[in-house]
């Protein structure tokens, strides 16, 4: 044991002040990339091993894809740069307010063409028409008094004109964008008139985070702009990803691609859009709350007609109808693809089930006076004649998932047996609109058995399994030795089953992560795996394995990733739940203190113990018997968290009191956890 890990060490009980300063929450990367960290890698991949080109056994998986699906349908290319009313200059680059680009559309030039098959070996077809149609950007009209921005984020942003102003739904993800957008694609074009009313549809970053781009605080408090919101909307913006927000944004580094370069072997698209800009994830809390389906808003002149949806593709969530243009917002419910029911950076499984009725709702109530429906991503849909079908096999896709996964389930089959065989229909796959960008046919099945039966599938010898380590070596002893298992998986390799090449060189590379040959195998069989991918998520997940499985993890440096306007909302009771994942239980063992934190500007009080190797609290009330008391302010703690403070300056400044044994306190600090981002994912 070093004297890091020792909490005996006087050294460590002496680091109270200093550690005070590092009991912040760490949030990870929200709902996406944490700012901080996209900005330092923006696809600048470490110099080392290349990609290799694509074998004949991926070429013949994509052609497969080529054969099946109607490349000469050119629909979705006309409704994509429909309405084009004016684009931001050259590639649509917008900088950064720290340095870099914010967003560079022109990194992905490379990416161009129409409806035919024109895709390169390396790319799934089907992936690259996704990709191509991701690649209109600009200012466009949907319909007579609402327009969108597309191909500046993951996201959208539309405006509606109201009575007096601008209502803005979704106001992109980072407010370094939504502010060049405004003023130099807007404004110019639609008019300089005030935002009165901005709209989230639901809890994700990238719907709200730019919203500091284009409201001012100050406008917002002395009611000169509303901001409205689902029901639940700040606690879950707040805490969806602060539990497990570390390995949720190592995670989502995978995801969106964030180290690959922008190229035919690196990332060609995000799924639901290009890719996410970089810069400040901003959040103002909302001021109106919608709680009820079918609940009436007038907001600046427009009625707008509730469809609440929690649980569906956030845990806060609404969609809406607007009668006055006979259009229909569908939020992230209902895209142009079969979306996440779970997502791979991580995040509470969704109810396909749920999903499918919300959409069934929107049917029922607004489906004969739609005439126009827009989303969070991605293009419109126009016509009544062709929202309706669109509605349906969205709705008809989810609860498909849902129901046969259930029915196989009832009849005894586990759940990666269900996703090996379940397909959907192909009056289903058939359609553009119904195929694996961002959410895959096969891990959405998982996560449908999952909600409803857990992790386990019932069979014996699965609920208790080794950890992959021990489990590689006993794998690699059984199967004769690395070099026999690496002999037999070329062969495997030479014929294209990547996926079994996959499997057993994983046991070698996770019993043994110095052999380099290994590594190197596996890697070649995640990249053509990642070739293959239809959906942008698994692409990504492959290709950044790949990259990392032959140059090692490449550390870059990554800033603060807490976000001040989140930090200032988050409840304390979900900060000190943090503080709970942060309490390293074998340090902590036999171990136990009382404290008191008061904060004296929010008039908040708890009594903070830990016992047993787990901490608990109570709220609004202090103990007479705690070993120390820490008397501050609600704002000065946030400062401490942010670190543009730290501890010992607001003690040495009389702004924070401490009572009592300071150095009980500072004994408690060494048992906390500090997560390490670039945590490990494909080696030990």
Partial sequence: MSIEDNPSSPNKRRQFLRGVATVSMATGAGSLIGDAFAQATHGTPPSGIGPKPPTEATRQVNEAYARFLAFDDTVDFQDASRGLVATLPGSGAIPGTHGGAAWDLGQFAFVAGGPENNSPASVNPSLWRNAKLNMNHGLFEVVDGIWQVRGYDLSVMTIIRGDTGWIVIDPLTTADVSSVVWKQLVVPHLGDKPITNVIYTHSHADHYGGIRGIVDEADLKAGKVNIYAPAGFTEAAVGENVIAGNAMGRRASYMYGMLLPRSTVGIVDGGLGKTSSNGNITLLVPTHFAEKTGEKLTIDGVEVIVLMAPESEAPSEFMFFLP?????CASEDATHTLHNLYTLRGAKVRDALLWSKYLQAAIDMFGPDMEVLFASHYWPTWGNDRILPF??????????????????ANTGYTPLEIAETLRLPDSLSRRWYCRSYYGTVYHDIVAQYNLRLGFFD????NLHRLPPAENGKHYVEFMGGPAAVLHKAQTYYDKGDYRWVAEVVNHVVFSDPQNTAAKHMLADAYEQLGYQSESASWRNFYLTGAMELRNGVHKVPIGSPQNPDTIRAMPLDL??????????GQRAAGKTIEFNLVLTDTNESYAIGVENSALHYSKSRTSKSADASLTMTRADLNDVMLGTTTMPNLVTSGKAKIAGNAQKLGEFVTWLDNFDFFFNIVTP
């Fill in 324 to 328: 006055k243009f006979k259009a229909f």
């Fill in 391 to 408: 509605l349906g096999a969205q709705r008809d896709m989810y609860r498909y998932l849902h129901d046969q996964t259930m029915r196989l």
């Fill in 458 to 461: 019932g069979v014996p010898a």
């Fill in 575 to 584: 900060f000190l739940d943090y503080q709970g994942v942060r309490l390293n």
